[in-house]
């Protein structure tokens, strides 16, 4: 078993650093967060181009045909950047529901696809800048429309709720469990990355923040308390690397719940700390850090609760 990235996987990944710096880095989300969606959508083609959003769509439907592993490894530099837009539906939970004209309009970017599942994720992201939404449930799916503009924690993930446009189409509900599983895992992937660029801003800060004619990163309290994010963040990710190779297993959800219950108890930890490290200017809305922030609010809250995924893993314990 492999837990750490192949080289290609490194690669693949800075290059989707590459594209969204370029674009704007956390510009975009800001921008987003506005209601202007043309730099977050000029990024989304851009990702599209370079096969991010086909990663799980077969080379014959213009997709990429890559592996989950492929996947996290994406998805964490998408969380690292907070790059937002309906990510987690478009590239990991529709490709296998709905038909291959839209499979390949999703490979393409040129469909952007948002959804809301029933039990799951009540209400869908984005709908405003989508193209396309739809109400899944655990056994079938339909297109939809955004009826009420909800009030998000995260300003750059609006939220809406839908209502279906057409009748709904029977889905297997095994393909729709393993498609929520992987989307759940991309979403702990996001969190480690998110995770990772607190710590990195935190720690960036410290270095030249001074009090009392020292630099804070100098005093062990603080110190600590970074290390402790890295301590978590680092047991986090092996386990979403490993989530990543159980799919499609018997452990499938046991893994993919103890990989999300770990970076978003990882990504929270590495957010309390960067804003005690930041201080109160950590808490201005003119802040890059306050982005990221909210994102990791938004992310450990959805796709399964804490709750949630500690209760998986304490039924799979008790049948084992």
Not at 36 to 49: M, N
């Amino acid at each position: 078993m492999r837990f750490t990235p192949s080289d290609e996987q490194l690669a693949f990944a800075d290059a989707v650093d590459d594209i969204v710096i370029s674009g704007g880095g956390l510009s975009v989300a800001r921008s987003w967060a506005e209601g202007d969606h043309r730099p977050g959508l000029k990024v989304w083609r851009d990702l599209a181009a370079s096969g991010v959003l086909g990663l799980r769509i077969s080379e014959e439907e213009g997709g990429v045909g890559a592996s989950a592993s492929e996947l996290v490894v994406v998805f964490e530099r998408l969380g690292f950047h907070a790059v937002p837009g309906p990510y987690l539906e478009s590239a990991v939970l529709l490709p296998t529901l709905v038909d291959a004209t839209l499979r390949e309009g999703i490979a393409d970017g040129s469909v952007v696809a948002t959804a809301a599942v029933t039990g799951t994720t009540p209400f869908a992201v984005d709908a405003d800048a989508s193209t396309h939404a739809f109400e899944v449930s655990g056994a079938s799916i339909a297109a939809a429309a955004s009826d009420t503009v909800l009030e998000s924690l995260d300003p750059a993930r609006r939220l809406a709720r839908l209502r279906a446009t057409a009748p709904a189409m029977p889905l297997d509900p095994t393909v729709v469990e393993a498609a929520i599983a992987e989307t759940t895992l991309a979403c702990a992937a996001m969190l480690v990355g998110a995770g990772e660029r607190l710590l990195a801003e935190a720690v960036a800060y410290a270095k030249v923040r001074e009090q009392f004619g020292r630099a804070i990163g100098e005093y062990q309290a603080v110190k600590h308390a970074l290390a402790d994010v890295r301590i978590a963040l680092s047991f986090a990710r092996p386990l979403v690397y490993g989530a990543a190779l159980d799919l499609g297993t018997s452990t499938t959800a046991r893994s993919v719940s103890a990989a999300k219950l770990a970076a978003g108890q990882a990504a929270l930890k590495a957010a309390g700390t960067a804003l005690q490290v930041h201080g109160a200017i950590g808490y201005t809305a003119e802040h890059d850090l306050g982005l990221v922030l909210l994102r990791v609010r938004a992310l450990a809250g959805v796709w399964g609760t804490a709750s949630d995924h500690r209760a998986v893993i304490a039924r799979a314990i008790l049948a084992s």
